[in-house]
């Protein structure tokens, strides 16, 4: 069964600070990953895609592929407390699986 | 309108009642998804069409049966739903069903099977 696991959370952080949200994923055949941002009642919307070890930055967020450690993470800098949401962490082989979320509860 | 559009927004039915979710895509894509999401568990994918054929069924009962009329616009029909069924129904779509594509989220329908 491919999986993808992240820790429910909450993960709490003050407003200023670094957030770092994990991903961990089974499928070594995973080959792109993506973090969708999901607030409260509302649908996903995509942060962030990775398709190739290292770092990948965007404004404020960076997510960082590891793929011998099977492993993806996302930087939240300068969190806001508008950054409160659910995160999804996802992995696709021949489709997209996603784990359940880390709520991100940013304190101001 | 743009993006992904999902209507009604909430339903409430019962379990003899039929109903049908509707699903708009104005991105020009050619692949599109429906979801389940459930409270404390991932997002399920249930059907997947690409180019209007379905190109994957994910187990999912028969009481849900997908519609594709054309590129841009997907239908779940639903008929003699259990409770366990009241979750959110994402609609998603893709330029291709592919590995590297980012799927775009319509805003989902919320529905209660009472």
């Known amino acids: 069964q491919k999986e993808v696991e992240q820790n429910s959370g909450p993960l709490s952080v003050p407003e200023g600070a670094i957030a770092s949200l994990n991903c961990t994923y089974s499928?070594?055949?995973?080959?792109?990953f993506f973090w969708y941002r999901q607030y409260s009642g509302k649908s996903p919307e995509l942060i962030m895609s990775?398709?190739?070890?290292g770092d990948k930055e965007d404004g404020r967020f960076t997510a960082q592929l590891n793929k011998a450690s099977q492993y993806v993470s996302l930087l939240i800098r300068d969190s806001q407390p508008s950054d409160s949401a659910t995160y999804l962490c996802?992995?696709?082989?021949?489709?997209?699986?996603f784990g359940t979320g880390t709520r991100l509860q940013v304190f101001p | 309108e743009t993006g992904v559009t999902q209507t009604p927004r909430h339903l409430v039915m019962g379990m003899t009642n039929k109903k049908s979710l509707k699903c708009e895509q104005h991105?020009?894509?050619?692949?599109m998804y429906w979801y389940k999401q459930s409270a404390k568990k991932p997002l399920e994918l249930m059907f997947v069409?690409?180019?209007?054929?379905?190109?994957e069924n994910n187990s999912v009962p028969s009481r849900f049966s997908p519609e594709c009329p054309n590129s841009s616009h997907l239908f779940l029909h639903l008929h003699t739903l259990q409770p366990e069924d009241s979750a959110l129904y994402l609609c998603?779509?893709?330029?291709?069903?592919?590995?590297?594509?980012?799927?775009?989220f319509g805003p989902g329908t919320r529905l209660l099977v009472l």
């Open positions: 998603a779509s893709s330029q291709v069903p592919g590995t590297e594509e980012t799927q775009y």
């Open positions: 499928d070594r055949g995973s080959q792109s």
């Open positions: 990775i398709y190739s070890n």
């Open positions: 996802a992995a696709n082989t021949d489709k997209l699986i």
């Open positions: 991105l020009g894509h050619n692949a």
């Open positions: 069409y690409s180019l209007e054929e379905r190109v």
